[in-house]
């Protein structure tokens, strides 16, 4: 019997003593013949042909420990099974062409209904997926079960806490990126799972084509961004409305392309995020305002109570057509470098549109 065979069933036995795990005890039962039947690969497994080049033997050299705020986490070798349970890993596993076998969506965000342990489409991130992943529920609760049978090398998890990140340990090592929420953490937290990933090439162009791309639409919007400040709110109905500043994910990018926010004083310290109420609005005499449709609201939604409430439609962008909606999932969920991508393409068509339309004198290049 392996070392690794005694210690995978050491772990799942600790896991058997909390009574709320009833749903692993057919996956635990497998134990007694052989771990490698109950969740053993195919030759069709198309992330172990994908990822096949890296060695099979380790050395302590191969080994990698990263430090979080619950420990340390040991990686040996280059992980090839590797699940994201949230927008944020997704996000950044693909972006350094990493195919995640198993995911767990924002319950807000589901595509349909997908099956738990089926496969899944994903919004905005779907055109990275050449292998959709394994549904092992939501962030907001994951199927431990579903995640087991995957047999993972390594879980990457954004929001954590110390009982779930025990228990998802005992699966597989277990990576907490941005576990503070940081709203520019990505450009950090990329490198590290780059150096993880054995990616580290990818991870810097990564970076690299951000801020080629950050700098070239910055001047390309400089007519616009130098003569007219934006308003950057959520909202999910009239009564919930939320000023974005440049201390969030979306602010933070819009402040990268030039734009000055407004934020009503006193500012938010540290969260980023003040809440005001309608009656505010007009006060902060918007000349842009973008409009994050958040909670359960969809874009469409929230666009309707915009244009059926008259203190909205009598704002001067309202008047000028110079409101945008956007989903929250998008600006304010995913937060990582495929998503800032996004963001400026969507933030570069709808200002430069408006902008043609009125006249502006915009740069060529």
Not at 122 to 127: A, R, S
Not at 234 to 243: F, K, L, P, R
Request: net charge negative.
């Amino acid at each position: 019997m392996s070392a690794q065979f005694r210690h995978l069933r050491m772990g799942l036995r600790r896991v058997a003593s909390h009574l709320w795990w009833v749903q692993f005890a057919i996956v635990i039962g497998c134990t007694a013949l052989s771990f490698s039947a109950c969740v053993s690969h195919t030759a069709s497994d198309p992330v172990l042909k994908e990822n096949d080049s890296a060695a099979d033997s380790l050395t302590p050299s191969a080994c990698q420990v990263v430090g979080h705020d619950f420990g340390k986490t040991e990686i040996c070798g280059q992980p090839q099974r590797v699940i994201a349970l949230s927008p944020y890993e997704l996000d950044l596993s693909l972006a350094l062409g990493v195919q995640p076998v198993g995911y767990a969506e924002d319950s807000r965000a589901l595509v349909g209904s997908p099956d738990l342990g089926g496969a899944m489409s994903v919004k905005y991130l779907g055109n990275r997926i050449t292998h959709p992943p394994t549904y092992v529920g939501t962030w907001q609760s994951p199927s431990l079960e579903a995640i087991l049978k995957l047999k993972p090398d390594l879980i990457l998890r954004q929001y954590l806490d110390q009982t779930l990140y025990d228990h998802l340990s005992q699966i597989a090592p277990v990576i907490l990126p941005n576990l503070d929420g940081n709203f520019d953490q990505w450009q950090e937290d990329i490198l590290i799972l780059g150096q993880v990933m054995k990616r580290e090439v990818q991870a810097q162009q990564v970076l690299k084509t951000y801020q080629q791309e950050i700098s070239r639409i910055n001047l390309e919007l400089q007519p616009i961004s130098q003569t007219q400040q934006v308003l950057l709110v959520s909202m999910s109905d009239i009564g919930a409305i939320e000023v974005f500043t440049d201390k969030t994910f979306a602010g933070d990018l819009l402040k990268d392309l030039g734009f000055q926010l407004i934020v009503p004083k006193p500012a938010p310290l540290e969260s980023g995020v003040v809440t005001i109420s309608l009656e505010t609005l007009p006060q902060l005499q918007p000349e842009i305002i973008i409009v994050m449709a958040s909670g359960s609201s969809s874009v469409e939604q929230v666009k309707t109570l915009w244009q059926d409430h008259p203190i909205l439609q009598r704002l001067p962008a309202s008047k000028a057509k110079q409101v945008y909606f956007v989903d929250y999932q998008l600006w304010s969920r995913i937060t990582g470098p495929i998503a800032a991508e996004l963001m400026i393409d969507e933030v570069r068509q709808s200002l430069l549109k408006s902008a043609k339309q009125t006249s502006i004198d915009l740069p060529r290049l």
